[in-house]
């Protein structure tokens, strides 16, 4: 959304609360003026004869109220002091109600129900902020409260619970208003800040969208001209780069060679894009010539295959050819065709799942020849055949399962159809979800119908069939190299490749993790060579295969690619913000779309920052470091929001504990002295010695059972102890000496019975330790150790230990567990903000960063000693402080 400055909001929002609020005064007030008069009736008859002139005045006061708010609404004073004006208007139609009261059973009085009914309308009408709705709708109850004081002694004393009935609806009302009111203030606030962002947005889209209609009109011009001008200097790069891979300027190491080389196939991608471009540019100008003649298609088929063969066994699919004919002559440019297969290759072998097949079927006929490539890929939608021939056309991710022409430029397919249609022939696709598709090009066989215009007039010298080689005497080194197997099946090549980065083996060593996701190998490689020495790097190749490992990894940052096939990047980061595991990541989108447009649509889905291709690699390296910490920030304050309601709930639970608990104790106590003594005196009273046993054994069992009940008691009230020893009212984090094993005692032991589990806690923390810290950060640190220790060990046979260890300079605490120990890659990552191996629900991913940042923030380290099946032990080594003075 567009950004606005903070002055022009506030501006804009003074302007409509007063205006809001002028309107209400004005409903207010003149409802004022019509129903107070009705009251006076009812104050004649309700009103003891002595308090008659004291309800006159007040109905008075509420109309003089009435009537002054009314005039001033227009007023420019009533701009600028509304807020005070409708309150004062309201709280003199309360007190002047609340003064009427004592004369009407004071808190019993009928006439609290027009209290009900200021604060009401006040709360329809109004939009205040909170000093004005507390201090208008509060101060009327504690007003009415204060003006019947003398009813009080009876209120407290429970002997006229009407009364206190009648109190406790009348501040449920004011609470009740005041909270809608705050909230209707809040809503309001947001709304009207939204609607002057998106005012401003449609302002600057409207600009953008008259810019891109004027550019437009440039762009059919640029694109015919420049795609021929780039080939010259693409050239000039291309040719010194073979030459240092060949080592003709000295020797290479592999790193150097494998960039250089990564380099030299995105410059011959991009000349097979200037290429196509360029070919496009000239069928829109009816400028395409063919170099038409007689080819054995059938012969040059066979050869296609077996070169694309070695290519498409890397990914293990098998790839055939088959024919009903030895021969099959066709009159044809086999330049051109061969665009058209090779990229029909490409596609079958793009979308071919490993172990899949791609079958080359060729049947000739008398009159034409049919070509067919089928694979056992996902397909597409049957709705969508004639679409992928459209230019540019990308399939949407909602309507398709696959894209045959999502990743690229989205010209492949409409290049091969009308280069088939100007060789007079068709070429057609056909699929179904999940079967596989089919592409079909037929070619009549003969001349006549091939247009004399498309055909090149002068054709070259030497007219052997199939033969793939420059023309005689050509020096064009752009047409000698679009002549190589390399050049020619490049796409094969990329569709095929199936190794992109190389892991490194010291990278479990690096905290921090990103996910590229990314179906450009060579921009994954570029994004990884960038980022590896600053974090762990794992690739997917699609949305959708980053999706599962961004689940599996939760990496830090996410950088995603726009356009990928089976997933894109803005489907992706809807995912990734639905699913409550990953909804945090940061995600940072590369794209070559940087409109407007786009990069609102990338805001919507939930990126958070957008980057232009192609980009600078230092650009990228800080914004993924900006990113990174950000989620740690976003731990931190997750930690002070923790640490700010802690000692809130601790207080209040331990209050709503200990009232129930004093009342359970002493119904206990009586229960038990009265049960001592029915046994002493059924005791004389048996009938024999088995009823005197039978007795005995009732008394025992009995007696066991009072103590168990003792314990519990106990227990619980040792707890409630706890919570109020870790709750202080008006704590502000301030550093002070503290006993941490004390504190240490204290949480363990209030964590092990607050999780109930059948775990065995054991506590070696004898003596006093202290520490220069804030206590109840502290606190919150060992907690998450000794929670998650207990968490992790099984019942029964789980043991957790506490140990406290004092040295020179520094206070070591150690939590250890018999769990199931940490694997060597999670230990790498067990400290990075929202990592977490536990269910979706059982966890933010915060505990353990809030240890490490505690932890540092006193100059302490925290260290971790695990191995699978081996249990964990978690230290902290926090700087010692002497002992305060008495």
Known sequence: METVPAPVLDARWASWLQEHNRRGARVAATLGLVIVPLFIFIDRAAAPPGALPVFVAGRAAQLVASALVLVACGSEWFKRWHLYATAALIATLGLAIVMMTPALDGLRSPYAAGLHLAMIGAG???????????????????????????????LLTLRHPLEGLQVLLLASVAAVVSAGQLVAYGRAREQLDNRVKLEAAGETLARAHNDLQRLDAFK??????????????????????????????????????????????????????????????????????????????????????????????????VLRFQSNVEAAEVWCDLDRLERVFVNLLSNAAKHTPEGGRI????????????????????????ELAERLFERFFQVDSETAQNRYTQGGTGIGLALARELVELHGGTITARSAPGR?????????????????????????????????????????????????????????????????????????????TVLVVEDTPEVTRLIHTVLRQHFRVFTAPNGARGLDLAVKQVPDVVVTDLMMPEMDGLELTRRLRQDPRTRHVPVLMLTARGELGDRMEAMDSGVTQHMSKPFNTRELLAAVQKLA???????????????????????????????????????????????????????????????????????????????????????????????????REGFARVARAHDVFAGARDVAA???????????????????????????????????????????????????????????????????????????????????????????????????TIVWRVTHALGGTVSVDSEPGQGAAFCLRLPRAARPAP
Not at 807 to 824: W, Y
């Open 124 to 154: 329809l009408l109004f939009l205040w902020p909170r000093r004005v709705v507390l201090g208008v709708h509060f101060g009327v109850v504690g007003a009415f409260v204060g003006v019947n004081a003398g009813d009080l002694g009876r």
């Open 750 to 848: 209030l964590v092990a019975s607050s999780t109930g589990r059948p775990v065995e806690l054991v506590l070696e923390l004898d003596g006093e330790a202290w520490v220069d810290c804030v206590a109840e950060e502290l606190h919150q640190a060992i907690s998450n150790l000794v929670q998650n220790a207990i968490e992790a060990v099984a019942d029964d046979v789980g043991r957790v230990v506490v140990r406290g260890e004092l040295r020179d300079d520094a206070v070591l605490i150690t939590v250890r567990d018999n769990g199931p120990g940490i694997s060597a890659e999670d230990r790498a990552r067990i400290f990075t903000p929202f990592f977490t191996r536990k269910a979706p629900g059982k966890g933010m991913g915060l505990g353990l």
């Open 629 to 727: 910490q950000a989620s740690e920030a976003a731990a931190e304050r997750v930690l002070t929001q923790q640490m700010d309601s802690l000692e809130t709930i601790a207080g209040g639970l331990a209050h709503e504990i200990n009232n129930p608990l004093n009342y359970v104790r002493n119904a206990f106590a009586r229960v038990r002295l009265d049960v001592t003594e029915a046994f002493k005196l059924a005791l004389p009273q048996a009938g024999g010695e088995a009823e005197r046993a039978r007795i005995a054994t009732l008394e025992a069992r009995t007696g066991r059972m009072f103590e168990t009940a003792q314990s519990g008691l106990l227990r619980i009230g040792d707890t409630v102890a706890l919570m109020r020893r870790y709750s």
């Open 359 to 382: 079958t080359v079927s060729l049947d000739d006929d008398d009159e034409r020849v049919r070509v067919s490539v089928e694979d056992t890929g996902e397909g597409f939608p049957p």
């Open 220 to 317: 059919s011009r640029f694109f015919a001209n420049v795609t021929h001008e780039l080939k010259t200097p693409l050239a000039l790069i291309l040719s010194p780069l073979e030459l240092l891979i060949d080592g003709e300027f000295g020797a290479l190491t592999e790193p150097q060679r494998a960039t250089l080389r990564s380099i030299y196939l995105s410059g011959a991608r991009l000349l097979r894009l200037i290429g196509d471009l360029l070919d496009l540019s000239r069928l829109e100008e009816s400028r395409l010539r063919l170099r038409v003649k007689p080819q054995d298609v059938a012969l040059w088929l066979r050869t296609l295959v077996a070169q694309v063969t070695p290519l498409t066994d890397r990914k293990r699919v």
């Open 436 to 512: 596989g598709a089919t592409f079909t090009v037929t070619l009549r066989k003969g001349r006549a119908h091939i247009p004399a215009d498309v055909m090149e007039r002068r054709l070259r010298a030497e007219t052997v069939p199939n033969e793939r080689r420059a023309p005689a005497g050509t020096t064009d080194w752009t047409a000698q190299f679009a002549a190589r197997d390399e050049f020619r099946l490049l796409d094969v090549l990329d569709a095929t490749e199936r190794r992109v980065v190389e892991r490194d083996a010291d990278e479990g060593a690096r905290g921090r």
